[in-house]
């Protein structure tokens, strides 16, 4: 998923990674230091930084983001790396309330739609993911939002959907890269390897940074051959479920997210808590024409 970044190039994004068609912040605006952290590794320590820039700035919306991007990471991390489902659970709830309290700062910037949509992938929750980030393009209706969406529907295994979406996003001037992406995904999950082989050479080439992350986890060194890409999807528990018969078809291991019945049900209440808040906000603001539509109608 090609992504938003909020404030710079070492908190990464969806399934795939990503071409930044954002408005990131200026290494020394008020996310600045947090942001050379990030990149250095220090995600601890950029918490810290951006956790003092909100209590100096409760109402910049650059830093809630920011901090719902990073929150969202140490989730991952909590449960990828240390199966610490206490931490995950913390740090997924703090994510989400960021990223709302943005909503409620400034209904019509899409970021917080984009970084929600991305933990609802992740989640495992396809259809939440497909209305935040067709909502998302709603209040930004850029190239990206377009080849975002066809991203998704490649998960759901629509196909026609996504080359529909892709080609929708390559019209209005998607980052070529992020169409490669998606380009590359359709072929493998159709079980053309030839082809997948060749966009991602296409990708190695030229947009080298679209296959450093997947869902807004770093790959543990750039893949040098296709095969070496999908088998950090099969093993990401944010890629590999939804391309289970082409991860199957290379004879990779699929990563499931495991999470048990009591860490569940407190995402259903962390997901509730959101709904409401969300709801609060867009029923005064009918006029962004922010919905719950289950799937979007291509323009």
């Not at 700035?57 to 719902?68: E, I, K, S, W």
């Not at 739609?113 to 929750?125: K, M, P, S």
């Not at 019209?171 to 991602?200: C, Q, S, T």
């Not at 919905?291 to 291509?298: F, L, Q």
Request: glycine content about 6%; some cysteine.
């Amino acid at each position: 998923m090609a992504k938003r970044l909020a404030w710079g190039p070492r908190l990464l994004l969806l399934a795939a990674a990503a071409a930044l068609s954002a408005e990131a912040c200026a290494p020394g605006g008020s996310t600045g230091q947090a942001q050379q952290q990030a990149a250095a590794g220090d995600l601890r320590g950029a918490r810290s930084a951006l956790e003092s820039q909100r209590q100096q700035q409760p109402r910049n919306v650059d830093v809630r983001v920011a901090l719902g991007e990073l929150y969202y990471q140490l989730a991952r991390d909590a449960l990828d790396q240390d199966r610490d489902e206490a931490s995950y659970l913390a740090n997924l709830e703090r994510s989400v309330s960021e990223l709302v309290t943005a909503v409620e700062l400034d209904p019509r910037d899409d970021r917080p739609h984009f970084f929600l949509a991305v933990i609802d992938t992740y989640r495992g929750d396809l259809q939440l993911a497909l209305r935040g980030f067709n909502n998302a393009r709603k209040l930004k209706p850029v190239g990206v939002a377009y080849t975002n969406i066809a991203e998704i529907y490649v998960y759901k295994g629509h196909l026609h959907k996504a080359r529909r979406w892709n080609e929708l996003g390559m019209r209005k001037r998607a980052p070529y890269g992020a169409v490669v992406f998606n380009d590359m995904l359709i072929a493998w999950h159709e079980g053309d390897l030839p082809e997948a082989r060749l966009h991602f050479a296409q990708l190695k080439s030229r947009y080298p940074d679209m296959l450093e992350t997947i869902n807004a986890a770093r790959v543990p060194q750039a893949p040098r051959r296709f095969e070496d890409f999908a088998g950090y999807c099969c093993g990401s528990p944010a890629c590999g479920p939804y391309m289970k018969t082409a991860c199957l078809e290379l004879d990779l291991a699929i990563q499931e997210r495991e999470i048990s019945e009591e860490a569940v049900l407190k995402e259903l209440r962390i997901e509730m808590e959101r709904e409401r808040r969300m709801r609060e906000v867009y029923k005064q603001r009918k006029e962004l024409e922010i919905s719950v539509d289950p799937e979007p109608a291509a323009p």
